[in-house]
């Protein structure tokens, strides 16, 4: 028995190393996310809303594909050209739709992954040191226990701080993309609505063509 304790001590204990490393790869991805999430703030407050702003407005067809060459790096403005341009096929818009939704939840699987992951890690590093810690405790080395439980202390900071930047981003992502694919699925409904109107009226023309081609032959 004693030998299987010290192994899973000797195991946890040596998992505090990667478990620290990767606490650190994940605190740089939390600020790099959120230097892109304020850039995205910024893109979505200038573009974005002046868009369905005047897909409000304006409507579907008098709207202007004015300055989307200039916004490649937006995908929203990618996903409304690439339906403009598709305009009259229902199958390649829903196509289209659901190419962006899977853009969005990879997007949103960073934020999800630091939410989760953060919090974990950080458990990880308090509870691992914790064991060195006691056993210092037990022994008198004062010392050795500062040392393990200032790692402990260190380790769920730094996690809580990962998870409540996934968390925090992740939410107001989520209304973002539910925004956006409101817009794209507006278009999409509207396009087909015109197309549908388009067909209707061929078809009671053709219909009164023929009325008047009986007439004129019954004469």
Avoid: C
């Avoid at 080395?141 to 200032?150: I, K, L, T, Y």
């Amino acid at each position: 028995m004693d030998t299987i304790t010290n192994m899973l001590y000797w195991l946890t204990t040596g998992l505090l190393v990667p478990v620290i490393v990767l606490l650190l790869i994940f605190f740089l991805r939390s600020l790099l996310l959120v230097g892109s999430f304020y850039g995205q703030f910024i893109n979505r407050k200038k573009n974005n809303i002046t868009i369905k702003n005047k897909l409000k407005t304006e409507g579907v067809q008098n709207f202007i594909l004015d300055d989307m060459e200039n916004n490649k790096e937006n995908d929203l403005h990618i996903a409304i050209k690439e339906l403009f341009q598709n305009q009259k096929s229902p199958a390649t818009m829903n196509f289209l739709i659901g190419e962006y939704e899977i853009i969005a939840d990879k997007d949103l699987g960073k934020s999800k992954t630091l939410t989760k992951l953060g919090p974990i890690l950080g458990l990880m590093g308090t509870l691992i040191p914790m064991g060195p810690a006691l056993v210092g405790l037990a022994t008198g080395d004062v010392a050795s226990m500062a040392s393990n439980m200032q790692v402990a202390f260190a380790t769920t900071v730094i996690g809580v701080f990962i998870g409540a930047v996934g968390f925090i981003t992740l939410q107001v992502k989520q209304r973002w993309y539910a925004d956006d694919m409101n817009t794209l699925e507006y278009i999409a409904a509207s396009f087909e609505e015109i197309n549908a109107g388009h067909k209707i009226n061929h078809v009671g023309f053709l219909t009164n063509s023929k009325k008047t081609e009986v007439v004129h032959e019954t004469k």
